[in-house]
């Protein structure tokens, strides 16, 4: 019987253990795939001295199994950060943010020696876009934002749509801000992109994942975890 997409996403959280070394200080994502891997942190014989978290649901988790989590001010390096991704290309290239804890996660990707994405099979593409694209914005920008996008970034346009809570109120983020995620995008130059929506006023982050590319990829397939090294 094949695997589920949550048994696969289990195994590669549990496969993630391999890249943690006892006693260091680690930056753990956000996800249903990154909740695997937390709950194998506290299976872990040797602890971690530490964790820098990206939101503050991993943050419960983490502190619900006696791990003690710090403000990413209050470290300079992490050893590796571990998360996961809602399209991974390639060449190792993300959309990320399909959680909304995109601009945490950017912070602490970049603080972290190496990134190792864990991803079920679904995942993975040949070219970025089809997962619509989550850029946090604030809220006065909205409007001048989704024109940007209309209007075309790089060459491609897409159709920017404000993301709503379960109460049909925007959602907030746990910055305070807003999420427009923006549908029909097909993104051939990943790092350009990224740098050209980050310029637009407004845009607090662009959930493409490119200067903060993954280092490794933990992929769960039918026939195991498939390790990618870009």
Not at 63 to 77: F, Q
Not at 182 to 203: K, T
Not at 220 to 226: C, L, S
């Amino acid at each position: 019987m094949p695997l589920s997409q949550d048994e696969l996403k289990a195994r590669v959280g549990r496969a993630a253990i391999d890249y943690v070394r006892p006693g260091t200080v680690i930056g753990v994502g956000t996800g249903s795939t990154v909740a695997h891997f937390i709950a194998a942190l506290g299976a872990m014989p040797e602890r971690i001295a530490a964790a820098v978290s990206s939101s503050e649901r991993s943050t419960a988790a983490l502190r619900a199994l006696g791990i003690d989590v710090l403000d990413a001010n209050d470290v300079e390096h992490l050893d590796v950060y571990v998360d996961g991704a809602d399209e991974v290309d390639p060449s190792g290239y993300l959309i990320k943010g399909g959680g909304g804890a995109l601009t945490r996660e950017k912070i602490v990707a970049a603080l972290a020696q190496r990134f190792v994405c864990i991803v079920d099979a679904s995942k993975a593409v040949p070219v970025l876009g089809a997962f619509p694209l989550p850029v946090e914005v604030v809220p006065m920008a909205e409007a001048s934002v989704r024109r940007r996008f209309a209007g075309g970034v790089l060459g491609t346009s897409g159709d920017a749509v404000l993301r709503l809570a379960s109460d049909g109120t925007p959602y907030v983020t746990d910055n305070g801000q807003h999420i427009l995620d923006v549908h029909g995008l097909r993104i051939a130059d990943p790092v350009a992109f990224e740098s050209a929506v980050n310029d637009i006023p407004g845009v607090v982050t662009v959930g493409v994942f490119a200067h903060q590319k993954a280092d490794v990829c933990l992929l769960g397939t039918a026939d195991g975890v498939r390790t990618i090294t870009y």
